[in-house]
Structure formats: C-alpha cells, structure tokens
C-alpha cells in the first residue's frame, strides 16, 4: 500500500484553498468583475472535486479516523463534523444547480441559488481544514 499519510494535510490544503477561492469570486462579483467571479468560482470548483476525490481514496484505504479528544473538545467536535457533514452532501448538488444556472445565463436564478450555495459551501470548507487540525494537528 502507498503513503496516504500525507493526503490528509493535502485535502485540507484543497478545503483552504477553496475557502479563499470563494471570498475572492464574492468580492469579485460584488465589484462586478464577472470574468475574475467566474475564474474564481470555477477555482473553488475544482478544487473541491479534487479535494473529493482525494478524500474518498483516502477513507476508502484507511477507514475512519477517530476523535481522540474528551469532554467538552468532544462536544465540539462531533457536533461541528455533524453540521459539516450534513452540509457537505448538499454542496455538490447546490453547487452544480448554481453553475448549471450561471452557463445557461438565468443570472437572476444563479444569484438567488449562489445565496444560499456560498454560505453553505464556505462553511464546509472552512470547518473541513477545522476537522482535519482537530483529528491530525490538536495535541490531546
């Protein structure tokens, strides 16, 4: 079996980068920069499904990695990756309805579904570098 030892550290780099990819295309679209929206959104995208790709051969090798932390830490944790988990199996659906409306050019449905898309996507992603400091980076 390969080193997978690393992939954990990578998917969280793919979860910063498409954080930042998506405070960038907001700013963008609210400076009404619409090809740096695009590059950036179609950034985060990318970096999302290589993200997802990695993460799934990853736990498809390895398994789960459990928590070590107790009490309160705990607490946190589980209910962050519960949060983060529910959300995290609507991005890919919500981020495709709001790319599929964008290439279609209904920009008044984008921007209604992008409302509801970033928000949700961004917290995914942030609370995805969170979870992998917590499981691989807290000293317990």
Known sequence: MPDLSTLPAVNAFL??????FLVVGYAMVRQRKIGAHRASMMAALVCSVLFLVSYLFYHSQVGSVRFQGTGMLRTFYLTMLLTHSV???????????????????????HAAIARWTLPIWLYVSVTGVLVYWMLYRLSI
């Open 15 to 20: 979860n910063a980068l498409s954080a930042s």
């Open 87 to 109: 959300l995290a199996a609507a991005v890919p659906i919500l981020a495709a309805i709001t790319l599929i409306r964008a290439l279609r050019g209904r920009f008044d449905k």
